[in-house]
């Protein structure tokens, strides 16, 4: 079965440099979050689009901003990069707005030196 | 009031016993109660749903007990074997004016030994 696709998986920036992060959804599913996982920590939520419209906002820098595609991929775009940025980015989608199961992507790990 | 609080911070088990992990909640919106299961590299799987309506919910080893009243969760896992080594998440869902928001407790980490 078809999973969350995203990439690049591993990606290592420089300070202040931007990087691009890619996530292709289960086919059908309508939602895209993202979510951002430092060492040891648990996932916290940047945002979420339905239908390719934002739908909520989580803890997302103003520095980071993302949105869906036509054909409902969804990009992450982080500018001004900080070392405090490095960790692993998740993409999950569901299906229908009201589904509670979140189906998550490999992640992309993203380095700033 | 969106937190979801989770312990313990990790957890060491024999094989053959008996893992629980604890979580709590404050905010009653709260309509979906996911635990999720990370293996390290990997994202987190979701392991076993419930909702706020069932005390109790039971799949193979896993099985989630809902106190409502309490606000409280938790998973046991049956028979833990090694391969259940991982870190899971508790969560909860909200509806906000945007849409559904899923919130992780902060983990906890299960070794199960040999």
């Keep these: ?113 | 009031q969106q937190q979801v609080k989770q312990s313990p911070q990790s957890l060491i088990v024999q094989k053959g016993g008996i893992s629980i992990i604890n979580c709590a909640y404050e905010n009653t919106a709260f309509d979906y109660f996911p635990w999720y299961q990370q293996f390290p590299g990997k994202g987190p799987a979701l392991l076993i749903a419930i909702r706020p309506d069932v005390s109790e919910k039971k799949e193979g080893r896993f099985t989630i007990s809902f106190n409502k009243s309490a606000k409280q969760f938790s998973l046991h896992i049956m028979d833990s074997q090694p391969g259940d080594s991982a870190t899971y998440f508790c969560a909860a869902r909200v509806v906000n004016t945007g849409g559904f928001k899923t919130i992780f407790g902060a983990g906890t980490r299960l070794f199960v030994k040999a």
């Design chain 1, 1 to 113: 079965a078809a999973g969350v696709i995203q990439s690049p998986r591993h990606l290592i920036k420089e300070k202040r440099e931007t990087a691009t992060l890619k996530c292709y959804p289960i086919p059908r599913h309508d939602t895209v979050y993202w979510y951002q996982q430092g060492p040891g920590q648990d996932p916290q939520f940047l945002i979420s689009f339905y239908e390719k419209m934002q739908s909520d906002k989580g803890s997302i820098p103003d520095r980071f901003s993302a949105q869906q595609f036509s054909d409902y991929h969804s990009e992450l775009n982080m500018s001004s990069l900080e070392l405090g940025d490095s960790a692993l980015y998740f993409c999950a989608s569901s299906l229908d707005w009201g589904s509670g199961e979140l189906f998550f992507g490999e992640g992309s790990r993203l380095t700033v030196l």
